[in-house]
């Protein structure tokens, strides 16, 4: 498995999708904060609207344009032209998903079939849903990420694949034939793993873990932490796979990443070791032993140090979630 791929599948992002947004003319949509371990986002099918951070940042976005809010930020949806007032906000069903409109109209399937090309105009087609994500296994990759995450389809090399997407996800939404939900929600995990690749090669110069991946030496050092995490690394010996000097390796890291290589390596093991915890009945010992710790309380005190709780706990607050959720 890939090292992307990989961080994904520690995170275990689980894609929903709440509503469909079908708005013209004067709207100003407030969003509040969500709880840990929810990253609502939005996903522009069709014309345009600005995204208002709760720092006062404004960030227009155009159709096939993601954005993602990794840590639940409160933010609001306005229209291009942060106009005041607007006709009241009414919500329906399209036969796929509840539907939210401004245009005083019933939000049922064919009045949204209907209004499909209004959006291209004086409005937008917008796509709303969250990734509930895993806490503990999922902070190597989602804590790295910026907040909001931003991804424009303004690079041609780009284009092709992330519009196939969007073009898909754009027809099942508008047909909303058997089995449309599903295929939607799936097309939303794809989205998603694009636009963590799209963005950590635009933004390659930038630190984070990311930026790592796109580093092909530097990744290679990554991809053995990730494939050997009991293993009792060593500086040199992943200089080693990066094929670089201690130093040079030490220093280019840090500068790549923002954090040393052993704390790279510490975060890569507790993600690991989350993981293990929630997937497998496992003992605290057995799973401490597995990602290079090798004592029980050794891994213990890394493990509280890290995720701010015992592993016990973690695992039994983890399973009172799940069965709160059920």
């Known amino acids: 498995m890939d090292t992307l791929s990989r961080l994904i599948d520690l995170a275990r992002p689980q894609a929903s999708l709440d509503l469909r947004c079908l708005l013209s003319g004067a709207f100003d949509i407030d969003h509040a904060p969500l709880e840990g371990g929810v990253a609502p986002f939005h996903l522009v099918l069709d014309g ?9 940042e404004q960030l227009e976005l155009q159709a096939g344009d993601f954005m993602l809010f990794p840590r639940g930020a409160a933010h609001r949806v306005r229209d291009v032209k942060r106009s005041a007032g ?34 291209t105009h004086d ?46 996800m754009r027809g099942e939404a508008a047909r909303r034939q058997p089995g449309a939900l599903t295929i939607v929600t799936a097309l939303s995990q794809a989205l998603f793993a694009m636009a963590l690749r799209v963005h950590g090669e635009r933004n390659a110069n930038s630190a984070g873990t990311l930026a790592l991946l796109t580093d092909a030496r530097l990744g290679a050092s990554v991809q053995a932490m990730l494939d050997a995490p009991e293993r009792a690394w060593t500086i040199s010996e992943l200089g080693e796979r990066a094929a670089m000097s201690r130093a040079t390796y030490a220093r280019r890291f840090n500068e790549r990443a923002g954090v040393t290589v052993m704390d790279f390596l510490t975060q890569i093991r507790m993600a690991i070791a989350s993981d293990l915890l929630l997937r497998t009945q496992r003992s605290a010992a057995d799973i401490g032993e597995a990602v290079g710790y ?33």
């Open 123 to 168: 409005g937008v087609d917008l796509l709303c849903g969250r990734f509930v994500y895993a806490p503990g296994s999922s902070a190597l990759l989602l804590d790295a990420l910026p907040d909001p995450l931003h991804v424009s389809l303004g690079d041609a090399q780009t284009l092709d694949a992330l519009q196939t997407v969007i073009t898909l």
């Open 294 to 326: 090798q004592s029980e309380a050794a891994f213990g005190k890394a493990f509280a140090q890290s995720v701010g709780v015992t592993p016990g706990r973690y695992r039994r607050r983890t399973q009172a979630d799940d069965a709160a959720e059920d």
């Open 48 to 56: 345009s609207c600005v995204i208002e951070t709760a720092a006062g």
């Open 86 to 119: 607007g006709l009241p906000l009414t919500l329906g069903h399209d036969g796929m998903l509840p539907v939210r409109r401004n245009d005083g109209h019933e939000a049922t399937a064919t009045s949204a079939q209907e209004s499909d090309h209004t959006a």
